[in-house]
């Protein structure tokens, strides 16, 4: 099959020939059409992402979506010519989705919107799985909360959006100026981050009182904002809370906080079944329309894949990139 390896940290994506792989117990061989690219794919390019554990030489690629081609041992919810989409690997030093064939475990998967093409159906995976984790698995949403999306119209931010508002929340979003528009198609109330601070935006919104729930997708200072618009017993979710923060804020609120480590099953094994199932969940929604992905209008292939790359790399994307591979 063909891939694109990289061999050294910061080095180019080059095309190679590599063997396809063989299905073993649990897992399913599946062509892959379309491999999502998110900023995390960047960051391990470039060696910056020690947390993703995936050594040199590597095929990257976390998100994908493709047609089973085959099934390992013990496999029974998926059969050849499944149509397939998941967040299945690219990390840990497991295999990644710019290559044509990848077998991965079947507990990763879940079967395609049948209302999403293979390029849109690769975009949402770990955007949407890093969402539902937060809002459902951590915060436990209730119809009629309010909830703040920090960074609403980012990759993982017009996802958690989408799902806040499906699962019944009042949602407000923080963007920049140019995507206010943006926050606005998606349903929620935007706020631009560059006009207001936080403690001017909950005044307006909220009368002060803060919100039931914040979710940042942002982290650093963001997440130190996030603290100080919360409510009183409110909660904060975040993916990107490796840095130090001052906890003083969310406490004098009786606040809580839960972190959201996307990779963890990925990277131990632990909770991929649930990973399957978020996944079934987001074609629910996609199917009933109340999911879309926001796709950046370039088209990419192996060809010019770096400058898929440089794209997200330099902030430039109007929402996801995904890079075809076959079909």
Known sequence: MKALILNHYDGPLELATLDRPQPQAGQVLVRIHAAGLNPLDVKIRAGKAAHAKHPVPLVLGIDMAGVVESVGAGVTRFAPGDEVYGMTGGVGGIQGTLAEYAAVDADL???????????????????????????????????????????????????????????????????????????????????????????????????GAGFDLVVDTVGGATLDASFAAVKHFGHVVSALGWGTHALAPLSFRAGTYSGVFTLLPLLTGEGREHHGEIMAEAARLIETGEVKPRLDPREFSFANADEAHQAVQLQSTEGKIVVGVSG
Do not use: C
């Open 109 to 207: 998967l879940a079967r395609k919107p049948a209302n999403l093409s293979m390029r849109e159906a690769a975009a949402l995976p770990l955007a949407f799985i890093t969402s539902w984790s937060g809002i459902v698995d951590r915060a436990h949403l209730q119809p009629g909360q309010t909830v703040l999306v920090q960074g609403g119209a980012g990759g993982v931010g017009h996802v958690a959006v989408q799902i806040a508002r499906a699962l019944g929340g009042k949602v407000f979003a923080t963007a920049s100026a140019r995507n206010m528009g943006v926050v606005e198609q998606l349903g929620a109330t935007p706020i631009d981050y560059g006009a207001q601070n936080v403690e001017q935006y909950v005044a307006a919104h909220t009368a």
